[in-house]
């Protein structure tokens, strides 16, 4: 009679204090968690590429691209929770972490232990919405599966388009400013003459467009930025 294993559950932390990365990660691996580390966000998307992450540990100041700029490519990627560690401990800095996406928000220090309580409740909050996805009426966007879903089409997005589209979707009838879209997906900051975000919602327009939702319009709003918006009874 064959016997199932189960898979470990794996980790991604993203620490460039190599100490204490290595406690970190020495404290997890005793705990049967699998873990992989990298110092910074650029090396953990290339290193990490298609591998199937269960929760992100994530420090804030990192060197190039920090956590704040970089958890919607990194959540985007992974299709997963994150969870910040950070020595920024302001109540500003925790909400504006909380705000971008985050699933917690850990001050350093910090004990072992409670970083495994946090991981375990945020898993088993996962795990409870195992299946992530966003309804904007009958129109479904499945994160995990990069795609939309309206009536029998189904219409399915690369990693960048669908973490700009995620990024519109969550806030709907919104505008969100060329700025906040730029360094939230691209993962820097914005000098004010890149058009890298005006090219990624001009094919991503295209193909919402071709999807023709009557419900569904991506919008520019001039001097102002971008808005996703969604009308219940159809676009005039």
Known sequence: MEHSVATPIKLLLIEDD???????????????????????????????????????????????????????RLTSHFACPLLFLSALSS??????????????????????????????????????????????????????????????QVCEFTHKEF??????????????????LFEQTVGRRYDGLDRTIDLKISRLRKKLEQAAIPQLELMTVYGQGYSLIYNSRGMP
């Open 91 to 152: 109540q500003r800095e925790q909400i504006m972490g909380l705000e971008l996406g985050a699933c917690d928000y850990i001050t350093k220090p910090v004990d072992p232990s409670l970083l495994l309580a946090k991981i375990k409740a945020n898993l088993r909050k996962t795990k409870a919405t195992s299946n992530p996805t966003l309804l904007l009426g009958d129109i479904e966007f499945n994160r995990q599966r990069r795609s939309m879903h309206y009536q029998q």
């Open 163 to 180: 973490a700009l589209l995620w990024m519109l979707v969550l806030h709907c009838n919104q505008v969100l400013s060329r700025e906040y």
């Open 18 to 72: 190599q100490a204490l990365a290595q406690l970190i990660v020495d404290y997890l691996q005793e705990q049967h968690y699998q873990v992989l580390h990298f110092t910074s966000i650029e090396e953990s998307l290339r290193l990490a590429n298609r591998q199937a992450i269960d929760l992100i540990i994530c420090d804030v100041m990192l060197p190039g691209v920090n956590g704040f700029q970089g958890i919607a």
